[in-house]
């Protein structure tokens, strides 16, 4: 196997967004070698990684200094643009040939312009978000899906490849957000249709238990049946990836199919079931708990 060997010019480098997902990535990225500097605005969750041997950073301003490479791992549109675009932002300190990676799920249209903005000011952005959860992170086997100019996401590649298994350029600024929100539609509504076979199986008195085993082994089965329908199983919903987190992200989705012309009645149903979950308190549950909530007489 190649070593995966970080180029000089890549480091050190930052990180903004240091919770579920970033705090394993950042040590990742310290297992493979690379020096890291954080910040937060909480100085607290900044120093919570020092032990881990980053280095916490007082301000914005002196992180952006620093570093040749700046991940960002926020949780909406408006974080990122913020942490971009204000006086005093990111691209207010940023010397050209800073790249800033942006691991966050948002808004693939005001991505595009985000990166416009960044081009002008000689900053690279590329979009990365992620999939796999906090297993994923923890493990370093994420998958991301990338967006941007082909020069800036190989460049950043031997950092990618310490915190990812499975990296796809996708295409120009936005797509790895737009393959994102495709992701989080394909998972919402095979969650619905999991929950519906299972409130199938009930009514007709069959264990669900034998039925997703049965299912496993044909057209199916997939990792959402695998994973998810053994979490509906066992009442386990230990948060991987929060209800609330993705009721964001089908907004998103559903905001982007707007924009485009398009009527995606799928993701209205899964919303639906989304917003039910929460007013239910689950809004910090594992999102897997949605498929409770597929038939809103049950």
């Known amino acids: ?16 967004g240091l919770g579920i997902m970033g705090a394993p990535m950042v040590r990742n990225l310290l297992h493979g070698g690379a020096p890291v500097h954080v910040w937060a605005r909480r100085l607290e969750q900044a120093q919570k990684l020092v032990g881990d041997g980053a280095i916490a950073e007082d301000t914005l301003a002196s992180l ?14 408006p974080d990122v643009e913020g942490l971009m675009r204000d006086d005093g932002g990111i691209l207010s300190h940023a010397t050209p040939g800073l790249i800033v990676v942006d691991h966050s799920t948002i808004d693939p249209m005001r991505t595009r312009v985000i990166a416009e903005r960044a081009r002008e000011a000689g900053v690279g952005f590329v979009d990365a978000p992620v999939s796999g959860g906090e297993r994923g992170a923890i493990e370093g086997t994420l998958t991301l899906m990338l967006g941007g100019a082909e020069a800036d996401v190989e460049r950043v590649r031997p950092l990618l490849n310490l915190v990812g298994k499975t990296l796809t350029h996708v295409g120009d600024s936005g797509a790895g957000q737009i393959a994102k929100a495709c992701n989080q539609l394909i998972i919402g509504e095979t969650l619905i249709a999991i929950g519906e076979a299972f409130a199938l199986a009930e009514a007709a008195d069959v264990d669900p238990a034998r039925v997703r085993k049965a299912l496993l082994g ?14 509906l199983l066992d009442d386990e919903f230990v ?12 907004g998103i989705v559903a905001n982007t199919a707007a924009a485009l012309g398009l009527d995606l009645s799928g993701v209205d149903r899964v919303r639906a079931a989304l917003s039910r979950a ?11 708990i949605l498929a409770r909530y597929c038939c809103p007489d049950r």
Do not use: W
Not at 64 to 77: E, G, H, P, Q, Y
Not at 220 to 229: D, N, P
Not at 239 to 250: E, Q, V, Y
């Open 218 to 231: 044909g057209f199916a089965g997939s990792r959402v049946m695998e994973l998810h329908g053994q979490r």
């Open 239 to 250: 948060p991987g990836f929060m209800t609330h987190l993705h009721a964001k992200d089908m």
């Open 278 to 288: 929460i007013e239910a308190g689950h809004a910090y549950d594992d999102s897997t």
């Open 64 to 77: 952006v200094a620093r570093v040749r490479v700046l991940f960002l791992n926020v949780s909406d549109t």
């Open 1 to 16: 196997m190649t070593k995966n060997v970080i180029p000089k010019d890549l480091l050190p480098v930052g990180y903004i």
